[in-house]
């Protein structure tokens, strides 16, 4: 009976000692993987960062920017006849500003942009 407690906990602390290196490794490799996509955030919003006001994500938080990337926005639409400015979910820019804005997601867009949630306005 001794003999037989003693091969439990045996195997039972080779267990944990094997789960904890599974999951430190885990979280290693996850932590690694966090800090460059988070550097590659910041390149994105110091890029975009520039003299014109619509192109300025400074203020923008890192999701949202995900938002718009996952949403394929641009700035130029690539498709005839349809752009931002004539999207149903387009915020057109107010009279003190040059930029719109997007229902979906924070931050400036250009009337001549365009993504894959485009939506034509209904009258
Ligand atoms: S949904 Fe897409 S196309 Fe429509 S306003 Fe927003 S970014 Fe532009």
Redesign the pocket.
Known sequence: MGDKDYSRRKFINKCFKTGSLFLGGALLLNCRGANESSRNEVETKKESTSEDPCNDLSDISDGEIKK?QS?G?VKQ?AVPD???GN?????PAKPDNKC?G????KGP?YAE???????AVTT
């Open positions: 718009r949403l926005y639409s349809n752009s931002c999207c149903t979910l387009f915020i719109g997007c229902i979906l997601f867009v942009g365009h993504c894959v949630q485009w939506a």
